[in-house]
Structure formats: C-alpha cells, structure tokens
C-alpha cells in the first residue's frame, strides 16, 4: 500500500474523530445556556433556618414558580452529577411515603 494512501487514511480518520469528539463536546455543554440565571441572596438563603436535610429536600422538590427551569436544572444535575441526582430523587420519595413535604 502506498505511503500517501496511508496518510490519507490516517488524515481521513483523525478528521472523522475529531468531528465525532466536537459533536459530543457540543450536545454535552448546549444545555447548560438554558440553565436559569445566578439566584438572589434573598433566594439562596430562604431555606437557611431549616435543619439541612429539609432544606436539601426542598430545594431539590419545590419549583415554585419556575416549574420548568427547575427541572431542566434537576435534569442537568442528573446528567452531570448522575450519583448525586438518583439520591436526591431517592430521598424525595422517602420524604413523601413518609408524608415529608
């Protein structure tokens, strides 16, 4: 086999895998724009005086009013963070067969 056609082969499938690797990169990280923006300081502590594990619980369960935004952020942290996500979801169901809201 000729050493251009070699090269050409080689060239061919380092192009394949980085436009393979660009498309991952890309699907991957075209979500996180859709992420709501910074929370206020009014927002971030409105659970402060609770004990942690409730408030864990209803930051992850309570949207208010931004039902949507909300679950593309709980979404984002399943994706990114899939341990973290399964427990949160776990300890949500816990809380509410336990009647815990």
């Not at 927002?43 to 931004?66: H, Y």
């Not at 935004?69 to 816990?94: C, F, N, T, W, Y």
Request: overall charge negative.
């Amino acid at each position: 086999m000729p050493k251009e056609l070699v090269a050409l082969i080689v060239l061919f499938a380092i192009v394949c895998a980085v436009q393979f690797f660009a498309g991952r990169f890309y699907e991957r990280n075209k979500d996180k724009s859709d992420l709501p923006a910074p929370v206020t300081n009014e927002e971030l502590t409105q659970f402060d005086e609770l004990p942690a594990g409730i408030a864990v619980s209803m930051a992850w369960a309570e949207p208010e009013d931004q039902v949507a935004e909300h679950r593309q952020a709980q979404k984002a942290v399943r994706a990114q963070m899939p341990i973290l996500g399964r427990s949160l979801d776990r300890m949500i169901e816990s809380d509410s067969s336990k009647g815990v809201k």
